[in-house]
């Protein structure tokens, strides 16, 4: 069921669902999420048995202000206030060491968490109405079965998760991937998972490098947290994907045969003439934030056709397309 993100009513029956335990798909900057109370256990088994998720994977929990970071975080890193000041509300979350007692089914169990502050007004909304039916944080992974495609629209997470769950419809996601992942709990900032904030905007708030998550030196000091969207495998569509530079994917579309299923392609570069009319083509923007914007929204709209392939012109590899390169990368495997 679709309510308008308009309709203070429906913000109120947003809240009210959040605070008697049931799930909400709730709209955010990023992509929708699947929303439950983050204290309770109970709620919070439903989003993991919604998504035939490992209970093990942990949630990002959602809160409407830096203020609220108190109640979930034992502490806060001097670095990691800096990246709050700069960049909340937004699609930044920071791995932070968790409060006992706080959100451990939330946090999959883990002694830290993962928190971010939405700046889309339409969750900021139902967060702020929900602090007033009790619930203080909402965990809120993207609103689709474990592994598929992110949802950047409330059709998009109805199609994924059946017309019983009730949606904020909060227009279509701006940013269209999910937040960049920084984890804080190490001493220093650690890139978990890349989003559209630019890596050099993010030092510079930090006022430090960003280090990586498999660096050899930090993994003997401490074990890397698990975080949302790191999987080698994830945000894939049921159509096999493929990525290729531009040469690469002239030489397929050139080589396909009359018999061979017709691909879907999504690429920047000038196709070669004479194409097949059964191949689906969908222009790639050459921005990467218009890319991000769009790229969930066209591998849904691909694999609604029904292809069995996507094929995908591989992204370049300067620090603004990151945040895609991880995301096909992952579509990918």
């Not at 975080?227 to 569509?237: D, N």
């Not at 292809?307 to 620090?319: F, H, K, L, N, T």
Request: charged share 20%; proline share 8%; aromatic share 4%.
């Amino acid at each position: 069921m679709i309510r308008a993100g308009t309709d203070p009513q429906a913000i109120e029956l947003a809240a009210q669902t959040l605070a008697q335990g049931e799930l909400l798909g709730l709209p955010t900057e990023t992509v929708y999420g699947l929303a439950a109370d983050a204290a309770s256990d109970a709620a919070v088994a439903k989003v993991y048995a919604a998504k035939n998720r490992p209970a093990d994977h942990p949630l990002i929990v959602h809160v409407s202000d830096a203020g609220r970071v108190a109640e979930f975080a034992s502490q806060v890193p001097a670095f990691a206030q800096r990246l709050i000041d700069a960049f909340w509300p937004g699609p930044l979350t920071l791995i932070l060491p968790r409060r006992e007692g706080q959100a451990a089914a939330a946090a999959g169990g883990q002694d830290s968490i993962g928190l971010r502050c939405p700046s889309h007004p339409v969750a900021q909304a139902i967060l702020r109405a929900a602090w007033a039916h009790g619930v203080h944080g909402v965990a809120a992974p993207s609103a689709n079965r474990f592994g598929r495609v992110s949802p950047t629209t409330a059709r998009h997470v109805v199609d994924e998760l059946g017309e019983q769950l009730l949606v904020i419809d909060g227009g279509a996601c701006d940013v269209g991937i999910e937040s960049t992942i920084i984890d804080c709990t190490r001493g220093v900032p650690v890139l978990l998972r890349p989003g559209v904030l630019d890596r050099t905007a993010l030092e510079a708030a930090a006022g430090m490098p960003l280090r990586e998550r498999d660096d050899p030196e930090l993994q003997q000091a401490k074990a890397t947290p698990r975080a949302s969207g790191t999987l080698a495998s994830h945000y894939a569509p049921a159509a096999r994907v493929l990525l290729m530079d531009a040469h690469e994917l002239a030489q397929a579309l050139a080589a396909l045969q009359p018999g061979d299923p017709a691909p879907a392609v999504y690429a920047r570069s000038a196709l070669p003439a004479g194409l097949r009319g059964d191949v689906v083509v969908r222009a790639m923007p050459a921005d990467a934030a218009a890319v991000a914007h769009d790229l969930f929204a066209v591998l849904h709209e691909l694999d609604a056709l029904g292809v069995s392939a996507i094929w995908i012109e591989r992204p370049p590899s300067d620090d603004h397309w990151e945040g895609v390169r991880d995301r096909l990368q992952r579509a990918a495997a």
